[in-house]
């Protein structure tokens, strides 16, 4: 039964396949599917990261918490490596091109849509019924649950991920919308004594993930969301660390020294008590 | 031509003008205009042009489609013939569809359907042809009115009668035509024809039946003439980018202006009739009239070759540029073409001069330009950015462009707000602490928009993060950005 079934999944078109009930939506893989770039959040959204077919609702206090930065591994893969176009319907401010280039997003990509409140809606249905579009970001601060369900059935026909920023008051009400989460800044655990480049390292979005399809998750998530994003790619700055570890460092920045200091400190009193320092102070090193 | 009413009260094609007034005492005859119908004909044929380049003008107006090469294209006969008949439809016309291998089959068969004769209109075989045509009334051949009812007199009713009969005797008393025309109708002649050409220039005009005065009613009869567009644009392997809609005004007031333009140009040009016609209701929701319309016209101003689609074996998301192209006109046909923009980058430090935003461009356009454009910026970034020299040998993928480096913040101010200050700390709604080192841009002097600012990151207590900055002159604090 299982492999009829799994031939059966072959010859269906994908529209028809998102109609079949998969049974564990969870945990399916979906060649559609976009990861959002954090593990944390990928094992907690269903398969496994984000899905088209369904609006999902970022409920937020204000713009300006970090939602730019969330998205930002999924725009810059939908509008760098796969070349399809991400449409920003009714921001509230202006983007900035040259943050969403260092996030290495492809800005050719990226239109701009500015548009009266009332004309906001059908914007957003035009642009979701448009195949070949990545994502279209709709900004909608007041919004009735008719046209949120209107909003949904346009997204379930599209191939593009849709994504609606309401204000967190909007958490109480009910929503068409199958994935809905409220994302808050934090402060990171010691802002007070924190090196302040290194807060700007360590900003968090803190994710709770208030409706999804299958069961609630436990405790909100915590996300790591630096304000700068590296300028090398992953794997030549992870190399690049590596020889720096073996090599003798004779230029030190001056910001680094500090870093350097308040961590070894803190560090040096761990090790001391669990009698590993030599272990800890190699790690200092290979950070 | 009788109507419904008329038919069912006995006024029949052909019979005298005394006879139909005896039936039916209240009817209105018209006079026929053959200059107004010839021009709906061209009308039809040039619409009905977007199925086959083999459209022919023939006798008794009936509009002759060459659709066998065709009938792939639009999806098999049935869905074909289901177009063409709304598209006569769309030009304000009724039809009588018959179909057949012979033209002249097919001609018999629509104006059968006319007379209301025949069961069968649509044959594709030409053996049904036969039996079918050979029911049909021979006073349906066009030169039998010349005859008057001789037919009938010598008892030939159908088609089928008047083969039976001897052919020596039909040529001698109907004339050699008579002959020839049963064979092309049975498809044993050949039956070589004319076909409808297409003008150079398109240019129609439309008499309104009343006087229009609401934008939408003025949509519904341009559509007549867009489909005729349409039709004009494929035979000519064209498509249209820009065309002009002259409005013909009642004389209402003396003042009032007699004729006005309305000019639809896009970025992609196109030949799909609703493409163009959801243009047009845009451009037309958003004017009122001057004046009530009686008469419009339609010309293409510009026409460019139409590069057919490319047709990919297996047709992948995202590769379908044009139809992207269709929705940004849609979208900024509704809300201006200044309100749905692309971010397009300039080389400036000052943040509020570093980007622009640009009308959507056609993706090939954007596309050289940035081509051009790379070469320049690199080269800046290979002075200004000494940080991403690397140390190893191999050839290293950088990103093409500068990327400065303190963070920027996603959102952007258009106009800085301007900060309070308490407790000597910059504040918006709670107090900011500022958490990164000075950024001093300095720059513009040289166009009197110059800018003395310091920059910093700040966070607020709940880990909101800004983009502030301090006047240099003034040391007033401003907030430019969020870091979204």
């Known amino acids: 039964m299982g492999a009829a079934l799994s031939l059966l999944d072959i010859g269906l078109t994908s529209h028809l396949q998102r109609q079949v009930w998969q049974g564990s939506p969870v945990n399916d893989p979906d060649s559609n599917i976009i990861s959002s770039g954090f593990r944390a959040l990928d094992l907690a959204l269903p398969g496994a990261g984000w899905m088209p077919g369904s609006v999902t609702e970022l409920l937020i206090e204000e713009s300006g918490v970090g939602e730019i930065r969330l998205l930002a591994h999924s725009i810059r893969e939908l509008t760098a490596s796969k070349g399809r176009s991400v449409i920003f319907v009714a921001p509230p401010w202006k983007p900035n091109l040259a943050a969403l280039r260092t996030m290495n997003i492809a800005v050719n990509k990226l239109v701009w849509v500015k548009a009266a409140e009332d004309q906001v809606l059908w914007a957003a249905e035009q642009s979701l019924k448009q195949e070949g579009i990545g994502a279209v970001l709709i900004w909608l601060p007041q919004v009735d649950a008719k046209a949120l369900r209107r ?45 302040r480049r290194e807060w700007m390292q360590a900003v968090m979005l803190e994710i709770d993930i208030i409706k999804r399809r299958g069961p609630l ?26 020889r720096k570890a073996r090599e003798v460092k004779h230029v030190v920045d001056s910001g680094d020294i500090a870093a350097f200091i308040a961590r070894s400190r803190q560090a040096a009193f761990d090790a001391l008590s669990a009698g590993e320092l030599d272990i800890a102070w190699s790690e200092l090193d290979g950070e | ?109 629509a104006h059968a ?63 050699q035509g008579v002959l020839q025309w049963l064979a092309q109708a049975y498809g044993q002649a050949p039956d070589p024809r004319e076909a ?25 009869a341009a ?17 249209v980018s820009e065309f002009s809609l002259l409005l013909e005004h009642e004389l209402a007031a003396r003042h009032a202006p007699k004729t006005s333009t309305f000019k639809v140009a896009w970025a992609v040009p196109t030949r799909d009739a609703d493409h163009i016609l959801w243009l047009l209701r845009e451009k037309l929701n958003q004017t009122t009239l001057a004046a009530p319309v009686i008469e419009m016209k339609l010309l293409a101003d510009k026409v460019s070759e139409y590069a057919p689609p490319p047709d990919t074996l297996f047709p992948m998301p995202g590769s379908d540029s044009e139809s992207m192209a269709q929705l940004l006109e849609r979208l ?54 000494p940080e991403v020299q690397t140390e190893s040998n191999e050839p290293l993928e950088l990103p093409d462009l500068a990327v400065p480096q303190q963070p920027r913040p996603s959102w952007i101010l258009e106009t800085p707000q301007k900060l309070m200050l ?3 700390r910059p504040f918006y709604r709670r107090p900011l602490k500022l958490i990164s080192r000075t950024e001093r841009i300095e720059a513009g002097w040289w166009d009197g928009n110059g800018v003395q600012r310091d920059y910093y990151v700040a966070a607020d207590d709940r880990g909101r993060m800004f983009w502030l900055y301090r006047e240099r002159l003034t040391g007033d604090w401003f907030l430019h950005g969020f870091f979204g």
């Not at chain 1, 379930?156 to 008051?169: I, N, V």
């Not at chain 2, 005009?205 to 006087?211: D, G, I, N, T, V």
């Not at chain 2, 200044?338 to 430090?349: C, K, S, T, Y």
Request: charged share 20%; with cysteine.
């Open chain 2, 1 to 109: 031509m009788p109507d419904l009413v008329a038919f069912r009260l006995g006024v029949r094609p052909g019979s005298t003008r005394s006879h139909a007034f005896a039936l039916a005492p209240q009817l209105t005859l018209l006079a026929v205009d053959i200059r107004e119908e010839q021009n709906a004909l061209e009308a039809v044929a040039l619409a009905l042009l977007a199925f086959t380049p083999k459209v022919v003008l023939a006798h008794a107006n009936t509009v002759l489609l060459e659709v066998g090469a065709s009938m792939r294209l639009f999806g098999g006969l049935r869905a074909l013939l289901s177009r063409v008949t709304s598209t006569v439809k769309g030009c304000g016309f009724t039809s009588r569809m018959g179909c057949a291998p012979t033209a002249w089959g097919a001609w018999l068969l």
């Open chain 2, 223 to 239: 559509r007549r003439l867009v489909l005729q567009l349409a039709g004009w644009l494929s035979a000519h392997h064209a498509a």
């Open chain 2, 422 to 424: 308490r407790n000597e």
């Open chain 1, 217 to 242: 998750l436990g405790k909100p998530l915590q996300l790591n969301l630096p304000l700068q994003m590296p300028a090398l790619p992953e794997h030549i700055r992870r190399a690049h660390q590596a």
């Open chain 2, 113 to 175: 359907r006319t007379r209301r004769v025949a069961r069968r209109v649509r044959i594709v075989k030409e053996t049904t042809l036969v039996h079918v045509l050979d029911e049909l009334p021979v006073s349906l051949i066009p030169s039998a009115h010349s005859h008057g009812n001789v037919f009938e007199q010598i008892g030939c009713a159908t088609l089928a009668d008047l083969r039976r009969l001897p052919r020596k005797g039909v040529a001698r008393r109907f004339g």
């Open chain 2, 332 to 385: 900024s046909a509704r809300l201006g073409a200044e309100n749905v923009v692309q971010l397009v980058a300039r080389d400036d430090h000052r943040p509020e001069a570093a980007m622009t935003v640009e009308p959507y461009k056609p993706a090939s356009e954007t596309k050289s330009k940035r081509g051009k454009k790379s070469p320049k910026t690199q080269t800046a970034r290979a002075e200004t950015e």
């Open chain 1, 151 to 195: 909003l949904q059935v346009a997204a379930q026909e599209a191939q593009s991920l849709a994504f609606l920023f309401r204000p967190l008051k909007a958490a109480k009400q009910s929503s068409a919308a199958p994935l809905r989460m409220v994302c808050k800044p934090i402060l990171p655990a010691n802002a007070q004594t924190m090196n």
């Open chain 2, 196 to 220: 409808f050409c297409a003008p150079a220039s398109f240019e129609a005009r439309l008499e309104l039946q009343a006087r229009v005065e609401s934008a939408e009613a003025l949509l519904f």
